[in-house]
């Protein structure tokens, strides 16, 4: 069964520096998403991306962030200049983009800002 | 604006017996709803949704929820829960044009008490 995968599973970094989560969504689907989940609080949306753009973002989805799909595979999620409040467990989905259309989620990649 | 509240953190259930986890959710538009379960150390996988028609929505893992228009609901329910059923739930809600984003509620962890 297809699945959407993320790497590393856990990331661990000083704060201020550059990260770049990865994802590899499900091979025919056409809508990416990232959301993430701050330890013990609600899983909150972050960006949409179709087509090659940002099709909606958060308001947390400011300009340390950045979402690429620099080949035919991966979505990757850059964070600038990480800060303390960034540690939290990061999820990618993918979705065909129908309306209704089930969004795959990825296991999660844990980042911790030291 | 769409916003979920579950108003259960935690529900401790005894093996076997029934269970009921609640959702409200508020929006000013139709919506999808949704509930997904998330294991320990695992991603987000749907349990079931109501897009339209039977207000009746039957699930994975013998789950069942009903949306309630009036009282802008959507109940999950199991008549009898197995030890593996302990997992965290998510109601959450969308929009209904594609690739909506997911607006989540905060979560209720399921205990199974043998």
């Known amino acids: 069964e297809p699945e959407v995968t993320q790497t590393p599973s856990h990331q661990v970094t000083q704060m201020g520096q550059e990260v770049i989560l990865r994802c590899v969504p499900i091979s025919n689907h056409l809508y990416f998403y990232w959301y993430r989940q701050i330890l013990g609080q609600k899983v909150e949306f972050l960006v949409s991306f179709y087509n090659n753009e940002i099709s909606e973002k958060s308001e947390i989805f400011d300009d340390q962030f950045s979402v690429e799909r620099p080949d035919g595979s991966n979505f990757t999620l850059k964070i600038r200049s990480t800060k303390l409040e960034d540690s939290a467990m990061y999820f990618c989905?993918?979705?065909?983009?129908?309306?209704?259309?089930?969004?795959?989620f990825g296991p999660g990649t844990r980042l911790t800002v030291l | 604006a769409q916003s979920v509240t579950q108003l259960d953190s935690q529900v401790p259930v005894f093996e076997e017996a029934p269970v009921e986890l609640r959702c409200n959710y508020s929006s000013s538009v139709s919506v999808y709803l949704f509930w997904y379960v998330q294991y320990p150390n695992q991603g987000l996988q749907l349990l079931l949704k109501y897009l339209s028609g039977s207000t009746l929505v039957k699930g994975i893992n013998g789950f069942e929820a009903e949306f309630n228009k009036s009282q802008t609901s959507f109940h999950l329910r199991k008549p009898s829960v197995h030890i593996s059923d302990t997992a965290e739930y998510f109601c959450?809600?969308?929009?209904?044009?594609?690739?909506?984003?997911?607006?989540f509620g905060s979560g209720t962890r399921l205990s199974i008490r043998p």
């Open positions: 959450a809600v969308s929009g209904r044009s594609s690739a909506s984003k997911i607006i």
């Open positions: 989905a993918s979705s065909g983009g129908g309306s209704g259309d089930e969004q795959f």
